[in-house]
């Protein structure tokens, strides 16, 4: 599922209010997907430099360690190096810097609980979500319906 985290589907926080509702669209799924608040675990990437240096997902995931490193050519054939961080025991409090750099296309990041039944995946514009079974996908959808996409293909 795809919703919305500005009304209308407007990409891009204009300043501080929008910003606050993207984050409170951003916890609200979270909140549905996680009552219990589990630790979670978040993984993010990062590209540029062979070393890793650019880092701007890197630098504010909080007690992240290197996962992997993926080197493939984009699109275009010009090869690139992808380097993923991870962090388990994540608390949805410590989120929201992660949170407002996915928001404007400043983190690439997904967010799991520890049964693994659902992902989280905010960027600029919202967050896309998949769950385990069409029983969570409803329970996911109903309270949070507003704020789904409207076009035709759900994108």
Do not use: C, K, Q
Request: charged content about 25%; cysteine-free; glycine content about 10%.
């Amino acid at each position: 599922m795809r919703f919305w985290s500005l009304p209308d589907g407007r990409r891009l926080p204009e300043g501080d209010a929008d910003m606050a509702v993207v984050l409170h669209r951003y916890r609200t799924v979270l909140e549905v997907l996680d009552p219990e608040h589990a630790a979670l675990t978040v993984v993010g990437a990062d590209w540029g430099p062979p070393d890793g240096a650019g880092g701007w997902t890197r630098r504010h995931l909080p007690g992240r360690r290197p996962w992997r490193i993926s080197s493939l050519a984009d699109d275009g054939g010009t090869p690139g190096t992808t380097f993923f961080w991870a962090s388990e025991g994540v608390a949805t409090d410590d989120l929201d810097d992660l949170l407002r750099l996915a928001a404007v296309d400043a983190a690439h990041v997904i967010v799991v609980p520890p049964d693994m039944s659902w992902v989280f995946a905010p960027y600029d514009g919202g967050v896309d979500v998949f769950v385990i079974d069409s029983d969570s996908r409803e329970a996911v959808r109903e309270p949070l319906g507003p704020w789904l996409s409207t076009h035709p293909d759900g994108l």
